[in-house]
């Protein structure tokens, strides 16, 4: 029925086909709330992937189709009954998903449901003067994914309002705090893990405040500084993010720390930087706009950060395991199930350090946490007491027991060095060696000879591979090939449930299997 509805039959309507969009329109704010709400990211994500959920959408399709045009003058009312039922099974089986990162209801969220909302009801009202109730149901999978592009440009002058005035209140209340040390670390990788070292080998001594989990972005900090930080916190460690040219400099502006740290630098997002010239310039944006008296920190192991040529005229203090000629140098490394033991050479001394930490990169990332400890004034006897502290670091080489089996879990933001210090940590171990990985993302063309280099650096230190996405794990697979990999201990399988379930039933207490790289939802295939 198209045409003119009295006001009964337009609520049917609403409800039913307003239903039946819930889970499609939550689909479409998950995956651009997980695309960062940038539309570029999100069309890509839209475009590259199968993202409409075609197996139960087709069946939708030909059973309206073919109800509207076989069953005559009651079509109208059996399409409607179909939705009714679909929408019902829709919500169920969405209760019942999990996914690997839950759409997060932030006040932004909110504020974009309330739009989608509208302008969901708005296109049912528009539909229904013009499509049979077969013609809507088939619409209403399609429109959300792209009401996404309208709501963001209708909402887009409100956020940033929202953000100005917020960004504001926290450059005020940090240009406020003269007292406090402010230290800001950034990398390709290792930003984390650097982040939660500092605060574990300086907190004894300082009152810190750390940015929570990877709140690296100005809305993170922001939200850091307005709502935790305090005038009785003596030191500041703020993680900071970038995935594009000009992201470091902007926040360096905004925090102003007096130290800067600079962990890495490699091949990440280069979909959005495009090239590693420009990775590298930004990067150390950190240590280029450090004040005069300030401190820069950088491991010269990495070979971007030891051959860039640093402009700012700042004491720098360098950290190395390979380099010999850094100021804090590591050396005589072993790794064990229990953690990993070192030596420190500094200053012409040598001090023996031991942590839970597994990997040579956690070991660079202590040795950035012990030069930042000594200048801020701490003993060196008491830094090698709080390393033995220093905690795992959530999915970052974290050694877990999971039903009996040892599990290193490096699931968080593999990438190309840590993905390799990985499979050299699980060389080390005793039993059968395995890895569970979808492979590494967002490397822009790269992407594919990087998981092929992955696949085949996985020669002699695994035992058996698990593969996770058959698509998106096929460079992984060549890569095993041309290394000889024995092909019957590698196993592809369609989500890491399978996975797991294959684990658990072939691998026994003295294996060790390594989790590398969790795929966000947006990335899945």
């Known amino acids: 029925m198209t045409g003119n509805h009295d006001l009964i039959s337009t609520v049917f309507y ?33 475009f590259s992937k199968n993202n409409l959920r075609l197996s139960y959408g087709f069946i939708y399709a030909v059973t309206v189709l073919a109800i509207g045009t076989l069953a005559g003058r009651y079509g109208e009312l059996l399409c409607l009954l179909v939705t009714a039922c679909f929408a019902i099974y829709l919500l169920y089986a969405e209760s019942k998903r999990t996914y690997i990162k839950d759409l997060v209801l932030t006040n932004r969220v909110k504020r974009q449901i309330v739009f989608m909302t509208v302008l969901v009801i708005l296109s049912i009202l528009a539909f229904m003067n013009i499509f049979k109730a077969d013609i809507i149901g088939i619409l209403m999978m399609i429109v959300p994914y792209l009401l996404i592009y309208i709501m963001a440009l209708l909402t887009a002058p ?58 690296n972005t100005p809305m993170g900090i922001t939200r850091t500084i307005r709502e935790q930080l305090k005038p009785i916190h003596e030191v500041f460690v703020c993680e900071m993010g970038a995935d594009k040219k000009g992201d470091i400099s902007y926040l360096m502006d905004f925090v102003k720390p007096r130290y800067g740290v600079v962990t890495s630098i490699g091949p990440q997002h280069l979909a959005t930087f495009h090239s590693i010239e420009n990775i590298i310039n930004e990067k150390m944006q950190e240590i ?18 030891r051959n860039y040529r640093i402009r700012n005229t700042c004491k720098v203090v360098s950290v190395g395991i390979d380099s010999k000629d850094a100021d804090f140098v590591a050396s005589d490394v072993k790794y064990t199930k229990k953690g990993s033991t070192f030596t420190v050479v500094y200053g012409g001394k040598n001090y023996r350090f031991s942590t839970v930490l597994l990997g040579k990169h956690n070991i660079t990332n202590i040795l950035l946490g012990i030069a930042i400890a000594v200048e801020l004034g ?23 027991q999971i039903n009996g089996l040892t599990f290193i879990d490096d699931a968080f933001n593999s990438n190309p060095a840590g993905s390799k210090m990985a499979l050299d940590v699980l060389e080390m171990m005793d039993g059968n060696r395995v890895i569970v990985t979808p492979g590494m ?14 696949g085949r650096y996985m020669k002699d230190r695994a035992d058996y591979v698990l593969l996770v996405g058959r698509k998106q794990t096929a460079p992984i697979m060549e890569g095993l090939k041309d290394a000889g990999f024995d092909e019957e201990k590698v196993l592809v399988f369609d989500d890491v449930k399978q996975a797991f379930g294959y684990v658990y039933a072939h691998f026994t207490p003295k294996d060790t299997i390594l989790l590398e790289n969790d795929l966000p939802d947006a990335f899945s295939v």
């Open 14 to 46: 609403l409800a039913v086909f307003g239903s039946f969009s819930f889970v499609f329109c939550k689909h479409a704010l998950h995956m651009f709330q997980q695309n960062r709400y940038e539309l570029y990211r999100y069309t890509k994500w839209l």
């Open 158 to 215: 409100l956020e940033h309002l929202v953000k100005k005035r917020f960004e504001n209140e926290a450059r005020d209340i940090i240009s406020g705090m003269d007292q406090i040390v402010k230290i800001g670390i950034t990398g390709s990788y290792g930003k984390t893990s650097t982040k939660n070292i500092i605060s574990d080998i300086i907190s004894d001594d300082f009152y810190t405040l750390i940015t929570p989990a990877s709140y």
């Open 288 to 305: 280029e706009m450090l004040p005069q008296d300030g401190t820069g920190f950088i491991n010269l192991d990495n070979e971007y950060i």
């Open 378 to 400: 701490i003993d060196m006897k008491k830094i090698v007491k709080n390393v033995s502290g220093v905690r795992q670091v959530e999915h970052r080489l974290e050694v877990r």
């Open 441 to 454: 993302i967002d490397l822009g063309e790269k992407q594919s000879e990087i998981n092929r280099e992955f």
